[in-house]
């Protein structure tokens, strides 16, 4: 079992940067894939960024260049430094963790935390 805390949402102006956190509940060295992912109104949740075990990374290429994941082990937290946002990422931004113990594989999810752009 992970539980996964985000935070670090809130409300900004456009051009301006937030950067969100995501803490586990047990070491990310063990945890074999975490990434962020949103959900705005009326709209299905979509794929952020991704931060694999093994150190790969990937984006959508709606935030490439503005968005960076990044990591802290000792802390078992995971971030999403948000720049140059824009009024369309606006939305509640969850982070998911993966954790594959032999043939079985069980994905966490945060309870969300509210990002909004204004412009």
């Known amino acids: 079992q992970v539980q996964l805390v985000e935070s670090g949402g809130g409300l900004v102006q456009a051009g301006g940067s937030l950067r969100l956190s995501c803490a586990a509940s047990?070491?990310?060295?063990?945890?074999?894939?975490m990434g962020w992912y949103r959900q705005a109104p009326g709209k299905q949740r979509e794929l952020v960024a991704t931060?694999?075990?093994?150190?790969?990374?990937n984006y959508a290429d709606s935030v490439k260049g503005r968005f960076t994941i990044s990591r802290d082990n000792d802390k078992n937290t995971v971030y999403l430094q948000m720049n140059s946002l824009k009024p369309e990422d606006t939305a509640v931004y969850y982070c998911?963790?993966?954790?594959?113990?032999?043939?079985?594989?069980?994905?966490?999810w945060g309870q969300g935390t509210q990002v909004t752009v204004s412009s």
């Open positions: 047990r070491s990310i060295f063990s945890i074999n894939s």
């Open positions: 931060f694999t075990s093994g150190s790969m990374t």
């Open positions: 998911k963790a993966v954790l594959v113990r032999g043939p079985s594989e069980a994905q966490f």
